[in-house]
């Protein structure tokens, strides 16, 4: 699912009312019975409704719904905000539909806002996606006055005040939803961790624009949702046997830190590897037979941390990192394993840290390897940014200097590629913010290298499905119950 920026999303808006054709208003009206129908499954209508529009076309949306709810039998209360004595035309033919149903009140001072019972429903129609600077004067106010309400509030489209496609600054004022229903396409706002509280729980609704436009126009962001996740999983031929599905590497483990080992050997396994070898330190050896025995057990000579690098002529995929430490003969190994290997590649954990701590092997790394930073990992490899939208462009800068592949973890993980796409993932909670989870993703992603998955497709495919059977474990143990053991159970293919 593609990610456009405002510039788009007007174009994609003006080619449907051009192509469809329709009106402008009657593409206003889908809309607003597309949030209507959410809004009902979510809502029951003995709720009043307390609806707050400015005067642009986020505001004709909010009086088209208004409209809509009263017919549908809500009881709905309509402020305009008069920050303006100008009014988009959409606007205003809406305001001459909702008049033959109900009068609105008009808001021109902060004193005039109303007094609202906690039962209320609260419906943010103040800004829409097209905002350039800040809302100040009476509409700053207003927002304030919202966020200052223990009501529930559902911003349409997005909420009052949020840049689309950039930072705010942390002084701006924006609404704070608990809801935000918007049209089509998710917008890059919506995947930045600051503006968690301005977002609350979002939902696409459909509202029937171009499809044409949409598959033809270009941007470098992508939502990976269930259907283009699924597009990526390979059928399994019936006469396949282990050799067809790869013999992965995992160099793993250390003294204290074997656990970490164990966790990435079940994920590769469960993920449908055909063989699997692990490279540990010999006090790992009864624990990774006992616990992973599927696997084939190679012990290094040294028996708390890695100091050596084994024959790597049999693997079809390489990953390394999890439980790994950064013993400064560990440090030679990955020297030793980027200078030679052929294979596929996934760095994690340890690994990556012994990269930011020995800056002169990040220009050794194989073209397409594999990253998979959490953010503090990421800011020592690449450094310090004021904001998410930095962080991000630091991120595509790093993948396209270094040709590789990076998993920037947490909430909708990012996957930036080396052309500079940036594919944000759907699935996971926050029951997965534990020890451990990283090493499953490694395991997953390890198993897909080794099964030929072109290292973009696994790095992609990889992260959803890690986040989907974090979501299915926390479904039957609770977010706040979930271990990174419970993944590994919980993966399907």
Known sequence: MKILNVNQTRQLDAYTIENEPISSLDLMERASN????WFCNQFVHTRPVAIFCGKGNNGGDG????????????NVSVFIIEY?????????????????????????????????SENVICIDALLGSGLTRPADGLLAQVIGYLNALPNKMVSIDIASGLYTDKANETTDAIIEPNFTVSFQLPKLAFLMPQNAKFVGAWHLV????????????????????????????????????????????LIAGSYGKM?????????????????????????GYDIIQISVPEAMAVTDTNHKHI???????????????????????TVLVIEQLLATTQSPLIIDADALNILSENRHLLDKLPENTILTPHPKEFQRLAGESKNEFERLQISIDFARKYKVIICLKGANTAVILPNGEVHFNSTGNPGMATGGTGDVLTGIITSLLAQKYPPYEAAILGVYQHGLAGDRAAQQRSETALI??????KLRW
């Open 34 to 37: 597309a949030f209507l129908r």
């Open 63 to 74: 009086l088209a719904v208004a409209r809509l709810l009263k017919v549908g039998g809500y």
């Open 84 to 116: 303006s004595n100008n009014a988009s035309e959409d606007f205003q033919g809406n305001l001459t539909r909702l008049k033959q149903h109900l009068e609105p009140t008009s808001i021109a001072s902060a004193d005039q806002l109303p007094e609202l």
């Open 206 to 249: 459909d509202i029937g624009l171009n499809e044409k436009f949409i598959h033809d126009v270009e941007t470098p962001f992508y939502y990976t949702d269930k259907r283009a996740a699924e597009k990526l999983i390979k059928p399994r031929d019936k006469f396949a046997h282990k050799g067809t599905f790869g013999h992965a590497l």
């Open 259 to 283: 656990g970490a080992a164990v966790l990435s050997g079940k994920a590769c396994l469960r993920s449908g590897v055909g063989l699997l070898t692990m490279h540990i330190p010999s006090c």
């Open 307 to 329: 100091s050596e690098l084994p024959d790597l002529e049999s693997y079809s995929a390489i990953g390394i990192g999890p439980g790994l430490g950064k013993d400064s003969e």
């Open 484 to 489: 990174a053991s419970d993944l590994v159970g």
